[in-house]
């Protein structure tokens, strides 16, 4: 599982590079978008965020182990992600809502007049809310799950649901009950509902991630639903392949999803892009356990430097591609641009983090013991 962590991060930095160059809203955008990009995009884009939740679910478990007692890993996951979530509503974000306003909304202040004056309102401006957490809802998202996985563990104990997982899950149903589930989900009781990232407006998502979290929560004790994935994930990575090029084609012949209004094009986008949000999961945790079950010399310190690349990477994106706008540079040149800075970036700043104690726990490093 820290592999599929390290591997999934290293891909949102990838994705969120290429929501550069996409026709799709972003804070800060192109001067040229392309709509080939979405193809790509559409590789992870049904099974990125659901494979963080069920990651994080079962690193969740292991947690709660250590920590002996509900009310113990609450406190726990609370010092791990509101201090980094806190400082990076008020210092790591704002850069992003500064260059969104001035590259596309028109804003004509400098930085400082903006995080001194503007932010901090409490309101919005040309519909933007101000202060936000942007890229952060995740973490917003992850402590209260935390949260409802430590009242429930609290209330019926830890291990009190995990015989009925293991019947539910084990076998083929590891494959092909989530998948109904994410069907029923998105294609036929809500096809039209995306993601806001308003904790308190994103049902839907919540419908989405919740069940994904407690989902890897059970599979960390459960060697008979691992095994599972282990022996389908042939079945599973083939049945994703198939829905990314369904999608893929669809994409090609109808670029920026111009898809005319037919029942067989729209349920067959609909159907490929949500089969593949848990065949690729599947596949995925299958091939982990089959052939990733290993350590490795960098496993220790990209799993430890994947939260600080996370609260960092957007806004180094945001930035420097706010400031290359001016200079009109091919899409290849930018690209590489934004990625070579990003992780540069990204690493200063947990190389520099986790040498200062004080700043550890503020970019989600675990306080240095003495």
């Not at 804003?107 to 890229?135: A, Q």
């Not at 409802?148 to 076998?171: E, I, M, P």
Request: positive net charge; hydrophobic residues 55%.
């Amino acid at each position: 599982m820290d592999w599929l962590r390290i591997g999934a991060f290293g891909l949102l930095i990838l994705y969120h590079i290429g929501m550069v160059f996409v026709p799709w809203p972003f804070h800060v955008k192109t001067a040229h978008p392309l709509a080939w990009v979405e193809i790509p995009m559409f590789a992870t884009n049904p099974w990125r965020l659901t494979l963080l939740f069920v990651v994080s679910g079962y690193a969740s478990r292991t947690l709660l182990a250590k920590a002996g007692s509900a009310g113990s890993f609450l406190l726990s996951r609370s010092s791990r992600l509101l201090p980094p979530l806190l400082v990076g509503m008020a210092v790591i974000v704002p850069p992003q809502t500064w260059v969104e306003l001035t590259t596309q909304h028109g804003y004509r202040h400098g930085y400082l007049p903006f995080w001194l004056g503007d932010y901090f309102r409490f309101g919005t401006i040309d519909g933007i809310i101000m202060p936000t957490w942007n890229h952060l809802w995740f973490v917003v998202y992850l402590w209260i799950y935390s949260v409802v996985l430590a009242c429930t563990c609290a209330a019926l104990g830890r291990h009190s649901l995990q015989g009925w997982f293991d019947r539910a899950f084990a076998g083929w149903r590891t494959v092909v009950l989530p998948a109904i589930y994410f069907l029923l989900l998105g294609a036929v009781l809500f096809p039209q509902i995306e993601d806001t990232h308003d904790l308190f407006h994103d049902g839907v998502a919540h419908l989405r991630y919740l069940p994904a979290f407690l989902f890897g929560f059970g599979v960390a004790r459960s060697p008979l639903v691992l095994a599972s994935f282990a022996r389908h994930w042939r079945v599973a990575s083939t049945a994703s392949v198939l829905c990314f090029a369904t999608i893929a084609t669809l994409l090609v012949l109808w670029p920026d999803f111009t898809f005319p209004e037919t029942p067989v094009v729209v349920w067959t986008y609909r159907f490929a892009r949500h089969l593949e949000t848990w065949t690729a999961i599947a596949a995925l945790i299958g091939i982990a356990e089959r052939f990733w079950n290993r350590d490795g010399r960098w496993r220790a310190t990209l799993a430890e430097a994947t939260f600080p690349f996370y609260l960092i990477h957007q806004t180094i994106i945001v930035l420097v591609g706010g400031w290359l706008l001016p200079f009109v540079l091919g899409p290849g040149t930018e690209f590489a641009i934004l990625l070579l800075a990003t992780v540069a970036g990204c690493w200063a700043l947990y190389d520099a983090g986790r040498h200062v104690g004080w700043l550890r726990p503020l970019i989600g490093l675990k306080h240095r013991p003495r």
